[in-house]
């Protein structure tokens, strides 16, 4: 079975310090990998995703993560926060003929 | 184009009690799932619907019951309502073609619907 652990349910970072988000998976069969982004009040957005090919994968708003089979971890970073950031992330896996998981969230916050 | 839409945004219904929640999918796709999300947590699969039927379903009750619609468009049908059932349900749509979102293809999600089981 797959699953997907979020390391930190709260992360909070000052305006211009670097973003990571810790995500680690278990899967059996090679992953599919995605980052979403929830703001209050509304459903979730696609950051970015892996499937296959370049293990550094770009996504939007300057986010971008990095496949590390090795270690089974693809932690979300961005180089310099902005007060827009501030909003929860989800990390979730699935793979060929299973349903999608999803991590618990990691909420970021942003001081000025 | 419209994205994914969900009716209504918010609903609150008494236990016991028995709920239908509404989703359209995005423009070109056939494929919808739908999830649960309690408060404080992640999303958590209910169940996928593709060619007007169930077609994976997760660890949920058979009280959650589901319909697609020849439009794609499908609703989300909860029995029996518990206190336990308040969350927010979120619908996803993927592409029509990409057989199911389970293989690596973007999901799209909803605002989601707001329940309250009193």
């Known amino acids: 079975a797959q699953s997907v652990t979020q390391l930190g349910s709260h992360v909070s970072v000052s305006e211009g310090a670097l973003v990571l988000l810790r995500c680690n998976y278990s899967?059996?069969?090679?992953?599919?990998l995605f980052w979403y982004v929830q703001y209050p009040n509304q459903g979730l957005q696609l950051l970015l995703k892996?499937?296959?090919?370049?293990?550094l994968v770009k996504g939007i708003n300057g986010f971008e993560a990095e496949f590390k089979k090795s270690e089974t971890s693809f932690h979300l970073t961005k180089p310099s926060a902005h007060m827009s950031d501030a909003a929860e992330y989800f990390c979730?896996?699935?793979?060929?003929?299973?349903?999608?998981?999803f991590g618990a969230g990691t909420r970021l916050t942003v001081k000025p | 184009d419209a994205g994914v839409t969900q009716s209504p945004t918010h609903l609150i219904k008494t236990r016991g009690q028995q709920v239908t929640l509404r989703c359209s999918p995005k423009?070109?796709?056939?494929?919808v799932s739908w999830y649960q999300q309690a408060l404080g947590q992640g999303p958590q699969f209910i169940f996928q619907?593709?060619?007007?039927?169930?077609?994976q379903r997760g660890n949920f009750p058979d009280r959650f019951s589901g319909h697609q619609f020849p439009n794609y468009s499908s609703e989300l049908n909860v029995n029996a309502l518990l206190l336990g059932d308040s969350a927010l349900y979120l619908c996803?749509?993927?592409?029509?073609?990409?057989?199911?979102?389970?293989?690596?293809?973007?999901?799209?999600f909803g605002p989601g619907t707001r329940l309250t089981v009193l």
């Open positions: 979730a896996v699935n793979g060929l003929g299973d349903d999608m998981r």
């Open positions: 899967s059996s069969v090679p992953p599919y």
């Open positions: 619907y593709y060619e007007e039927e169930e077609r």
């Open positions: 892996y499937t296959t090919g370049a293990t």
């Open positions: 996803a749509s993927s592409p029509k073609g990409a057989g199911g979102p389970y293989n690596g293809y973007t999901q799209y």
């Open positions: 423009s070109g796709h056939d494929t």
